[in-house]
């Protein structure tokens, strides 16, 4: 089944939105964001754009106001990506929502309906603090 993805900001403006296919009805929170982030970076390593708009920066990367620019056109690692992601879900860099419900373990096991919505939900961290 094909479930739409948004990428929000805390006020509820969504800033991206993409559907991706799911196999299962069920998978932890740790694999809904393992194949969103191994999507995305499929997805930018087959085109190369200037931008890359993922839900985490890559290491090589300078954050703009249109992505993350990576200094030289490059493949991002795949590997390297989910665990900077998996590791700042555990942080609190990012929530994730599904059907408006707040995810808050990896092992946690989720159950989706073809209506299914899901928000990965940025914080943007404070200036000077």
């Known amino acids: 089944m094909n479930i739409l ?16 296919l799911v196999e299962s ?6 694999e809904l964001i393992t194949k969103r982030v191994t999507l995305e970076i499929e997805n930018y390593n087959k085109r190369l754009p200037d931008y890359f708009n993922g ?27 989910v665990y900077i992601a998996l590791s700042a879900f555990q942080k609190n860099g990012f929530f994730v929502l599904v059907d408006n419900e707040q995810l808050e373990e990896l092992d946690q096991v989720v159950t989706l309906k073809n209506t299914s919505k899901i928000a990965f939900v940025k914080l943007t961290p404070l200036v000077g603090g």
């Open 5 to 20: 993805i948004s990428d929000e900001l805390l006020n509820g403006t969504v800033t991206n939105q993409f559907e991706m």
């Open 25 to 30: 009805d069920q998978l932890t929170v740790a």
């Open 55 to 81: 839900l985490v920066q890559p290491k090589e990367a300078e954050r703009t106001l249109n992505g993350y620019k990576l200094k030289a056109k490059q493949l991002i690692d795949v590997e390297k990506q």
